[in-house]
């Protein structure tokens, strides 16, 4: 491979001559220690580099070797529950080689190379097979089945396979190719970050991706194979938001980013996620989670290409049939490391100093999420197979300011919008997503899912609940102008019922462990307790019964903590109701609760 | 030793030399000016021949055709030892007060190198400040950064003071209802100055020599008529201590940066004589990241028994929060303390803006064994009564007292007794955080019982206090 040599080194990026036959994005080694670099730039025969670890003590004449290979992950088994940094160092290795600090010019590769998995052939030798195509399987620990793929541009006839155990390097099988050439497949793939991996077609999602977060279920859901966004200034819970998803939702494999993030955030995950236990599989959270750590002190060229690693990642989880969800943590550390190498690019600037291509890199990183049909043979049974990756990026706007560049460039792509607002946060409502400015452009996709699966009333319901909370905001600058008393009894019962949607059903602790999820089965009949106290309230007052009465009914206290009954006390919704019915209109079973109608005839 | 003579252009801090050899990014450089005067400086970019080298200490009485430049083969330095505990340095890290010079044990670049994430051990001790709003609202946590937000003329120098003085750990308690005892002598202070003024630093100075808590502390001064480039180095000079002292010598350090403001307008004029593409409001694009290798050298790390909390003052220009300072500080740090010019006209020490101000590590620092079971729910039950008394009080603004209603009017005067005995306290009253709970049930008292929803049932029968008759 040919050499270079240094001729300017600025911060992150250096400057080489000499590299004649390499190409954009190929991956360099710099100086004496072999510092991890990519080409991103190349003018005659000088070739930028940015570098992806501290280039101090680099100089000019320092030697910068080629690779001639594009910088790439390692795809196979081995990757979940790992902990890598921007451009898949595995950390906890590195840990362990150089101790608790980072220390430059040390590298482990992405998969461990000594590592046995237990192989078993799906397919037989003689079988034709192509790209995508799933030859065998390794369960990769108790929740994930890794499904070993021939890699997308491949095809040709099964020479050989053999089930047993082999390290990712071995050859698990042959492919004799029509050309005749026999191939070795491991189960490992190098894929190339800056390439989506292609899929068969993209197909139009409509299952909910359901997190257990009710404003975000309820109100402003995104479906598995969306693309959805939460900016909000520091302190309003983007982190918390992320973290929620991440435990709670029902993808079946999670790659969290932290890019340019806290360091402590990620030892909070890594603390805490093997500790917890997911819902759905019962196993410690972590068993199908990845992270890629990039934390703000780290090199910002390794940040900038985080997110390239991390979804490099989930499209070949999505091929094997997954539906996953990536969180960017966040997407605003990844622009200004853009911007930051933009600008010792000298580039062109574009608005506040980003680079001009911003909006196109910030569309084709969430063009890489959606619902695919795989690559590769329909499965025995005849079903297509599909995955999907939903993204989730949180965006860290100056000041809170949603017109800067990078809020609004992400606009314009995702389609879900879940706008924090640091007001709602010094309130302490949590999640303070502002349910008047937070949007989803997937709800009437859900709607039938929910219908099947929920209830035919919960759509209803929730448009109810959203025309409330419209209503309060309109009627609260009454209220703030002339008081209270302004309104009519109708208009104050429905901005104490509102005000019993924003407590008791919008705000959620993700700190209590009986609050932090909720399904989609009790959101539905929390929305419905709250809707019939509504209802009944209204005729009670119709009755006669005073506003004061109704208000102070003793089942409101039951409501307000009906969110913390759990699936397994569903039931309980029903005395709930009843006790709706008697101590309202008098109607229900309970007689010895006074209803407050007849308290009003009193 | 490469020696040169050949400096073509001087613009600002920054010098252009020219026809160097084996010059390195990030190189330490001497340089000696006509006058006689020396600077220290280092490598910005260095390109073919051509170093960029900005200086430290200024480039008064420069000239380039009669500048030296020695470029000395390593970064910069600092050599560290215990005997600094006790000693007053100068931004650079030499000893400014009239002491012998330090017999390193060891020298270390002052940038250091950033912990690995899966080393770092989450931080969760209490640490007692003796302050009710910050360890009943917004508590500090045995390795985190916290910064105090302020603004000119508010008493953030009192306060960051008075936690340095009073700053404590507490021990385990085997009872979820009861507090443990406070463990002496656990912290040791690491002090930088960053372009404050003479008297702000004579004010902690003095405050550590009568505490004697100066044994324990280490300064480095950076005032307002020193260079201002010096005080890039400056925070780092304190950070390689504070790393020396907590990773090697098993000390649990507390690090009070101030103020960061002058810090980044340093950069900013380093930045502006690269005549770089800026970022908002003038300051450099990479601020974040930059300010992130400050903050993120906080912490704890696995199997290391010594810590570094951070504690950064930074007053924000025009007491505005969204400015590019604060803002992106936010960003980085677990939490901030917000000094309220209003609290203060109104006389309340310490003047803690309740509401905007956040602990992030809040949950993991407090609760049984740590401080005490109620002590999560009542913090939340204080918020959400201080935020709704608040609004109620704006809203008798508009429509007068009477307009409210009557759980309206609990919370206002909840608000206003909150201001007054939970917030309010001496500038050398040390509560306990047994004390500060005692305060915040009392005040939650106050409270009609069917308003207090954040807070346990159980909770509320074992620590309420009986009713004192009305
Ligand atoms: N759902 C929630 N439940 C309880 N507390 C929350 C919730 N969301 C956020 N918080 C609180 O807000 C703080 C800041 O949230 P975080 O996600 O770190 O903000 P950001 O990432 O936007 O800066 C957290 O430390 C926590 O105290």
Redo the contacts with the bound molecule.
């Keep these: 491979m040919e050499q270079g040599k240094i001729v300017k080194v600025a911060g992150p990026l250096v400057v080489a001559e000499g590299l004649i036959e390499s190409r954009m994005y190929d991956l360099v080694r710099v100086g004496n220690e072999g510092l991890m670099g990519e080409i991103i730039e190349m003018r005659g025969d000088r070739a930028s580099i940015q570098v992806y670890e501290e280039t101090e003590g680099l100089g000019p004449g320092d030697p910068v070797d080629a690779t001639g290979a594009p910088l790439s992950v390692e795809l196979g088994p081995g990757m979940l529950e790992s902990v890598y940094d921007g451009v898949q160092r595995p950390l906890d290795v590195l840990e362990r080689m150089t101790g608790a600090f980072l220390t430059r010019g040390v590298t482990a590769p992405g998969l461990d190379r000594e590592k046995r998995w237990e192989f078993v052939a799906t397919v037989s030798a003689g079988d034709r097979v192509s790209g995508g195509d799933i030859i065998g399987t390794v369960q990769e620990n108790v929740v994930i089945e890794h499904r070993i793929m021939v890699p997308p541009s491949k095809a040709g006839t099964i020479a050989d396979i053999t089930s047993g155990t082999y390290t990712v390097t071995d050859a698990v099988a042959h492919l004799k190719t029509d050309s005749g050439e026999i191939v070795p497949l491991t189960m490992m793939q190098v894929w190339p970050v800056r390439m989506a991996r292609p899929h068969a077609r993209r197909v139009s999602a409509t299952e909910p991706l359901t997190t257990g ?1 009710r404003v975000i279920d309820t109100f402003f859901p995104i479906v598995m194979g969306g693309v959805s966004c ?1 900016p ?13 998803i991440a435990k709670w939702s029902n993808a079946e494999v999670v790659i969290f980013i932290g890019c340019g ?1 806290r360091g402590n ?1 990620m030892t909070d995950v890594l603390m805490e996620f093997p500790e917890l236990v997911d819902p759905y599989s019962g196993e410690p959270l972590m068993k199908r989670t990845v992270l890629v750590a990039n934390t703000s002190n780290m090199p910002v060229a390794a940040r900038e290409a985080s997110v390239y690693t991390g979804i490099t990642m989930a499209e070949y989880f999505r091929d094997m049939g997954y539906n996953v969800v990536l969180q960017a ?2 997407t605003s550390r990844w622009a200004e490391a853009m911007r930051e190498i933009s600008g010792r690019l000298e580039e062109m600037p574009g608005d506040e100093g980003f680079p001009a291509y911003l909006g196109t890199k910030l569309a084709a990183f969430y063009e890489r999420a959606g619902k695919v049909e795989c690559l590769g043979a329909t499965a025995a049974g005849g079903d297509v197979r599909t995955g999907s990756i939903s993204v989730v990026g ?1 965006v ?1 706007p100056p000041g809170g300011d949603l017109s800067e560049p990078v809020v609004q460039n992400t606009l314009r792509v995702v389609k879900v919008f879940w706008a ?1 607002q640091d007001q709602l ?1 010094f309130q ?1 409502h ?3 997503i502002d349910w008047l400015t937070s949007y989803s452009l997937y709800l009437d996709k859900v709607t039938p899912f929910w219908n099947s699966h929920v209830s035919e009333e919960y759509r209803s319901r929730r448009d109810t609940c959203m025309a409330i909370l419209q209503r309060e905001n309109e009627l609260a600058e009454i209220v703030r102008l002339v008081g209270l008393e302004a309104l009519s009894a109708e208009e104050q019962i429905l901005m104490e019922t509102a005000k019993t949607i924003r407590e008791d059903f919008l ?6 462990e009986d609050d ?1 999820f909720s399904s989609l089965k009790e959101q539905d009949l929390l929305l419905k307790t709250i809707l019939l106290f509504h209802e009944r309230a209204i005729e009670a007052h119709a009755k006669g019964a005073a506003l004061k009465d109704i208000f102070s009914a003793p089942v409101r206290e039951r409501i307000t903590r009906a969110k913390y009954l759990g699936t397994e006390n569903i039931a309980e919704y029903d005395s709930i109701a009843s006790d709706i019915e008697t101590q309202l209109v008098g109607g229900g079973a309970d007689e010895s609760a006074r209803a407050v109608y007849a308290g009003g005839e009193r | 030793m490469r020696e040169y003579m050949t400096t073509r252009d001087i613009v600002g801090p920054l010098l252009l030399i020219e026809s160097v050899t084996d010059v390195t990014y990030g190189e330490l450089v001497e340089l000696e000016y006509p006058d006689g005067t020396k600077s220290l400086g280092n490598v910005l970019e260095v390109n073919g021949d051509v170093a960029l080298v900005q200086a430290f200490e200024g480039t008064r009485g420069s000239n380039p055709s009669g500048t030296k430049a020695k470029f000395l083969g390593r970064s910069l330095e600092l050599g560290v030892s215990r005997d600094m505990l006790g000693r007053v340095f100068d931004g650079l890290g030499r000893p400014n007060d009239g002491g012998p010079e330090i017999i390193p044990d060891k020298r270390l670049s002052i940038y250091g190198s950033p912990i690995n994430p899966t080393a770092r051990d989450f931080p969760d001790d209490f640490i007692q400040t003796g302050v009710s709003a910050i360890d009943g609202l917004n508590p500090l946590v045995r390795g985190q950064k916290l910064p105090i937000f302020s603004g000119s003329g508010l008493p953030h120098n009192e306060l960051a003071a008075q936690i340095a003085r009073q700053a404590a750990v507490l021990a385990r308690s085997a009872q979820a209802d009861v507090v443990g005892e406070k463990l002496e002598g656990e912290f040791a202070v690491v002090f930088a100055a960053m372009g404050i003024t003479f008297e702000d630093a004579d004010f902690f100075t003095q405050e550590f020599r009568t505490t004697s808590a100066i044994e324990r502390a280490v300064l480095f001064l950076n005032l307002a008529d020193d260079p201002a480039v010096e005080r890039i180095a400056t925070p780092r000079m304190a950070l390689t201590a504070a790393e020396y002292l907590a990773y090697e010598c098993d000390m649990h350090v507390l690090v009070i940066l101030t103020d960061m403001t002058y810090y980044c307008e340093a950069l900013r004029e380093v930045s502006a004589a690269r005549k770089e593409v800026p970022g908002r409001r003038g300051y450099p694009g990479y601020l974040y990241t930059d300010l992130a290798t400050i903050y993120e050298r906080a912490g704890r790390v696995k199997g290391r028994a010594g810590s570094i909390t951070q504690v950064p003052i930074l007053s924000m220009p025009d007491d505005d929060k969204t400015h590019p300072i604060p803002d992106l500080t ?2 980085i740090t ?2 901030q303390i917000i000094l309220d010019r209003n609290l203060h006209r109104r006389g309340i020490y310490p003047p803690v803006a309740v509401l905007p101000s ?6 993991k620092g407090i609760g049984p064994g740590k401080t005490r079971e109620d002590h999560a729910d009542l913090s939340n039950q204080l918020f959400g009564a201080y935020a709704r008394g608040l609004q109620a009080k704006e809203l008798a603004v508009i429509l007068g007292e009477a307009a409210l209603s009557d759980s309206d009017k609990a919370f206002v005067a909840f608000a206003d007794a909150f201001e007054d005995r939970f917030i309010r306290q001496g500038k050398h009253e040390e509560r306990t955080v047994a004390e500060t709970l005692a305060l915040g049930w009392e005040l939650v008292s106050l409270l009609p019982r069917s308003e207090i929803k954040r807070i346990k049932d159980e909770y509320v029968d074992k620590y309420m206090p009986t009713e004192t008759e009305a």
């Design positions: 977060t939460i909000g200034p520091f302190g309003a819970g983007k982190t918390v938001t992320q973290h929620q993030e955030e943590d966040s949180s860290s924090l946060a302490r949590f999640p303070a705000q959620q602790n993700a700190f209590r932090q | 936010g960003y677990e939490g956040l602990s992030r590590l809040k949950q």
